[in-house]
């Protein structure tokens, strides 16, 4: 399992000896273990760690608790679907990080700014797969749930919902 990095750190080792990089810039494996074991002996890398764990998780809780509904809206109502598809079309395919100057200038470099990337990240792949799962449930077991009196929630919850699932966790 270790026999591929072995080239790798190899070559890490010769370019960062060969001097082509201030070692400021381009440190050694050594240097790496060795501040390594140092941060995380003081407690600032478990510090660092956590708070980016938190970052990620809220970025991606937020992405997801905004994004399943608005796609069961949007994969529900044709009126809906009709008016924001093309739009989330062209956000999604602006990358993320093409926004990142903007939101420095706005929110200056934050939390703010760093969960906005996560939540603008997770948000169109969860949006668009809500989308598509929701429309991929057949019209004839909507039509079968409401002819047995079901309600349209109900139907959303009890027959769109699990049958979108497999689109909406991957």
């Known amino acids: 399992a270790i026999v591929p990095f072995i ?12 001097g082509m990089f201030p070692r400021a810039f381009f440190p050694g494996p050594v240097e790496v273990v060795k501040s390594f074991f140092s ?3 003081r407690g600032i890398l478990p510090d660092y760690l956590q708070d980016s764990l938190v970052r990620l998780f809220t970025g991606a809780a937020l992405g ?7 796609g069961i809206l949007i994969g529900t109502s044709k009126w809906a679907h009709r008016i924001s598809w093309p739009i989330l079309l062209f956000f999604q395919a602006i990358g993320d990080i093409a926004w990142l100057p903007i939101l420095l200038i706005w929110f200056g470099f934050g939390l ?3 969960i906005f990337v996560i939540v603008y990240t997770v948000l169109f792949p969860v949006v668009l797969n809500t989308v598509l799962g929701v429309r991929s449930v057949p019209l ?3 039509r079968a749930a409401l002819s047995l009196g079901a309600s349209k929630a109900r139907v959303v919850r009890e027959v769109v919902l699990p049958g979108a699932l497999p689109n909406i966790m991957t």
């Open 39 to 41: 941060l995380t002996y």
């Open 140 to 142: 004839e077991l909507h």
């Open 112 to 114: 703010t700014t760093m």
């Open 7 to 18: 080239p790798v750190v190899a070559l890490w080792v010769a370019v960062t000896e060969s």
């Open 64 to 70: 997801m608790a905004i994004g399943i509904p608005l």
